[in-house]
């Protein structure tokens, strides 16, 4: 018996092929029109899929790939993050490990050549389905506003990477 996986969905960016239970493109992370993604696919475990909802965020998002840390108190590093979006007042950034809403997380970031330090909150944890591992999109709101780090996320370019 042999399992026919669906067709594969074409970024209309990058011309990419994707998994049609991609919400983004694996190549340029741009979101895949709704009408691609297939909502009645079953992710094996059981998890629906649900279609892409119109951006709705008061703060435009930069796109990013930037390695970060999370550091504990002492400045000592627990792991490493990647930075996925980043705006004046928060980013995103995928973690091995789960956090739990309203938790407090150092970050420190480096951006411009300099290494932003940021202390955050926990506003949104959610498993990432479409990776291998058991990965987590944690989005942070900053505790204190940083003016240099606003400025050097406004003037960052969508897709820099900085790995």
């Not at 150092?106 to 990965?135: M, N, S, W």
């Amino acid at each position: 018996m042999s399992i026919r996986s669906p067709e594969p969905v074409h970024c209309s960016s990058c011309r990419a092929l994707n998994a049609r239970d991609n919400v983004l493109c694996c190549e340029c992370r741009t979101p895949l029109p709704p009408a691609a993604i297939d909502a009645s696919f079953r992710r094996p475990g059981g998890v629906r899929l649900r279609p892409m909802l119109p951006e709705t965020r008061a703060r435009k998002r930069r796109g990013v790939q930037i390695e970060g840390v999370v550091v504990l108190g002492g400045g000592v590093a627990r792991h490493l993050v990647t930075v996925w979006n980043i705006h004046e007042g928060g980013l995103q950034f995928r973690t091995p490990f789960e956090y739990t809403m309203g938790a407090e997380v150092t970050i420190c970031i480096p951006l411009d050549g300099h290494r932003f330090i940021v202390r955050a909150r926990v506003r949104y944890v959610g498993q990432v389905v479409a990776e291998r591992t058991k990965t987590w999109a944690c989005g942070v709101e900053f505790v204190e506003p940083n003016p240099a780090l606003a400025a050097a996320a406004a003037n960052l370019r969508s897709g820099a990477r900085a790995v």
